[in-house]
């Protein structure tokens, strides 16, 4: 019985709601700004190898959310439709800074600027998503809704690509 219900929790748990997951991946990404900001001047091997890791974090994240999380959205809570059209304008942004940034050697002299620029831009996206329309889509999708979205988003991130020019809104 004790197995049963270890089990029974170990698959309660993997279910996560879309908006939990994420944010669970900005606090990821958080993390990988505070490890650049952290790095040397001179650290120019390290703040590349934590470059790879945001574009590739953030181009994920960005297509699960227009494939999968923003259309769910608007049609669950349609008064969000404005956050959802201004969060699509600031990936394509963020996309190019991202396809810039794959290509840029870290000791060039606009990496680090262009790296201060993502990260601010980001959080400023990141702080619109949870506190201003987050709330609103978690009222109007309610649980059972948002556990199906983390499902799909959680699969889809297995079949995202990755590069950045190739995200939707990348193209617009």
Not at 104 to 126: G, I, N, P, T, Y
């Amino acid at each position: 019985m004790a197995g049963c219900a270890a089990r029974y929790g170990e698959a309660w748990e993997a279910l996560v709601d879309g908006i939990v997951l994420l944010k669970e991946d900005h606090k990821t990404v958080e993390k990988l700004f505070k490890q650049f900001e952290k790095a040397g001047d001179d650290a120019y091997a390290e703040k590349r190898k934590i470059a790879d890791k945001v574009i590739d974090e953030l181009t994920t994240h960005t297509w699960i959310e227009e494939k999968i999380f923003y259309p769910a959205a608007r049609e669950a809570a349609p008064d969000t439709k404005d956050h959802v059209l201004e969060s699509i304008e600031e990936h394509h942004a963020v996309l190019w800074m991202l396809s810039e940034l794959k290509d840029l050697d870290a000791a060039d002299e606009r990496f680090d600027a262009k790296m201060s620029v993502l990260m601010e831009d980001v959080r400023h996206h990141v702080g619109e998503e949870e506190k201003e329309w987050f709330p609103d889509v978690r009222k109007a999708m309610g649980r059972t809704r948002l556990t199906e979205l983390g499902e799909q988003m959680e699969a889809a991130k297995k079949r995202a690509p990755g590069e950045p020019l190739a995200v939707p809104s990348a193209k617009h």
